[in-house]
Nanobody, 122 residues
Framework: QVQLVESGGGLVQPGGSLRLSCAAS????????MGWYRQAPGKQRELVAV???????NYTDSVKGRFTISRDNAKNTVYLQMNSLKPEDTAVYYC????????????????WGQGTQVTVSS
């Protein structure tokens, strides 16, 4: 069974940095786009950043220039480097990926990680 496991969240002061990691495990044939979403209390989940299998990236406007998404295809892992963090970045961050499990036919499924808390506070 395919699963996504996140790590790297925590408490950081404004202006600080954190690096999130998300590793896909299980019997995997291929991974297409991978991304990070976040959900703050009382708000809807929003897309933060996404990276395609070829490395093209896209970011929500509020994190451009501060966050960097990257991936290691050999390790089935996506990263989110977060710099110059602000209190408004506080949220639960979720990893997301389109994954085709190994099998007789190629079928794509959307997978979510369990979420990791990021708190930016002095």
């Amino acid at each position: 069974q395919v699963q996504l496991v996140e790590s790297g969240g925590g408490l950081v002061q404004p202006g600080g940095s954190l690096r999130l990691s998300c590793a896909a495990s299980g019997s995997i044939f291929s991974i297409n786009a991978m991304g990070w979403y976040r959900q703050a209390p009382g708000k809807q989940r929003e897309l933060v950043a996404v990276i395609t299998s070829s490395g093209s990236t896209n970011y929500t406007d509020s994190v451009k220039g501060r966050f960097t998404i990257s991936r290691d295809n050999a390790k089935n892992t996506v990263y989110l480097q977060m710099n110059s963090l602000k209190p408004e970045d506080t949220a639960v961050y979720y990893c997301n990926a389109d994954i085709a499990p190994a099998g007789p036919r190629v079928r794509w499924y959307e997978h979510w990680g369990q979420g990791t808390q990021v708190t930016v506070s002095s």
